[in-house]
């Protein structure tokens, strides 16, 4: 029986000598098994391959030279091989796990290769080419792993720079914008209250004022938008509010800016005391009555429902408008969507809605809708009694009975 180094140079012959045999049953194998993350021409596949036989036969021959009491520091560049092999792995799209399924494929096509001629196989000589599989697995893991930290790295230094980025611009937005507005606004108001002022010049002041207005809200959305992506909601202060106050102001202000509309207000006229950011909610509540008149006929009339229950209130805003289409009901709250597929010769950046949602459910509430040309459109806002600064409806809160 041949000792365990005439065995391991006979293995190390034999890797030469069959090598494309090697390549091509584990070739076929390696695609039997669906290892490869995708497709690939056979020699990207097989890569380096024949290179880490060649260094697999090296090491045979090198610990079968150490098994006999020689010594050797011949480099082994079986682990570059496998390292290059890696990255290569990585820039197709592999995974950790792949990688280390095709040098186990390897070693079940070697084993059954040899078992053909090799009766009984000597287990030095198995430990020495299990050894020198494993050292190649490990070099082409740790440098897979190493390109994919590398990508990571780079990926988050890149976000880095870009929030860097977009905290600047908010910056800019929310103070070099903001306050010439502001001043252009109280300009526009201060000369439309001077006396004996020509209706034309009355009516582009108060066209200016809106504009101004418009342009301030459109900051607002696109900076809470930034605010609860960055931090995943947006801030809310609740303090204790009586909502029928407040949507009474809300609705106020919308017949002011929109002279002529028909607005109807059903629902119990008692108190509706709950713990609420009265802020956020008028800025809810002003972004539903401003669609349902927008995206409705002139003459139509829209109407605002509101329930009162012990632990929440509701506030439905219907309008008899067009039907937002099927297809787009799903989408409407996502952000930079129209539920008016025409809306884009609007001035609009399409997150009011979006907004209006996060700040419900920043209040630990909702925000739907329904559509039907029947029926016509209803968003319906639902807000829990009790809110907590955390956006939870507070369990077991104290809330002031409705007189």
């Known amino acids: 029986m041949p000792t365990c180094s005439q065995q391991a140079h006979a293995l190390a012959d034999r890797l030469e000598r069959e090598q494309q045999v090697i390549v091509d049953r584990w070739l076929r194998r390696v695609r039997a098994q669906g290892v490869a993350a995708r497709p690939l021409p056979a020699p990207e596949l097989v890569d380096r391959l024949p290179e880490f036989l060649e260094q697999l036969a090296a090491a045979l021959r090198r610990g079968a030279e150490e098994d006999e009491g020689g010594e050797t520091d011949a480099p082994t560049l079986a682990g570059q091989v496998a390292r290059e092999h890696g990255t290569q792995r990585y820039r197709h799209g592999f995974d950790i796990r792949a990688v280390v399924d095709e040098y186990t494929v390897l070693l079940d096509v070697l084993f059954d290769l040899f078992a053909e001629t090799e009766p009984c196989l000597d287990i030095g000589a198995s430990r020495l080419l299990i050894h020198a599989a494993s050292t190649g697995v490990a070099a082409a893991v740790e440098q897979f792993s190493t390109e994919r930290e590398a990508d990571v790295l780079s990926a988050q230094e890149a976000l880095l720079k870009a929030r860097e980025y977009e905290e600047q611009l908010i910056g800019v937005v929310s103070h070099d914008l903001r306050n ?224």
């Open 180 to 403: 010439p507005l502001a001043i252009i606004m109280h300009c526009a108001e201060l000369i439309r209250r001077a006396e004996h002022l020509p209706a034309p010049v009355c009516r582009q002041l108060q066209r200016l004022r809106s504009a101004t207005d418009r342009a301030m809200r459109l900051i607002g959305d696109l900076l809470d938008f930034t605010q609860a992506r960055n931090q995943g909601r947006i801030p809310v202060k609740p303090v204790a509010v009586d909502l029928r106050l407040l949507l009474r102001q809300v609705l106020d202000e919308a017949r002011l800016t929109h002279p002529g509309r028909t607005i109807e207000c059903i629902g119990p006229d008692v108190r509706m005391v709950g713990s609420w950011d009265p802020d956020r909610i008028a800025q809810v509540l002003t972004n539903l009555l401003d669609n349902a008149l927008k995206f409705s006929p002139p003459a139509s009339v829209v109407r605002v429902e509101t329930d009162l229950a012990p632990d929440r209130v509701i506030v439905a805003v219907h309008n008899r408008g067009e039907p937002i289409p099927p297809e787009r009901l799903g989408s409407v709250f996502e952000p930079f969507q129209r539920a008016d597929p025409d809306a884009n010769a609007r001035v609009s950046l399409g997150l009011g809605l979006h907004i209006s949602r996060q700040l419900a459910q920043a209040h630990g509430g909702d925000l739907t809708v329904e559509s039907s040309a029947e029926a016509g459109t209803c968003f319906t806002l639902t807000l829990p009694r009790g809110c907590t600064r955390d956006g939870a409806a507070e369990a077991g809160a104290v809330v002031p009975s409705p007189e």
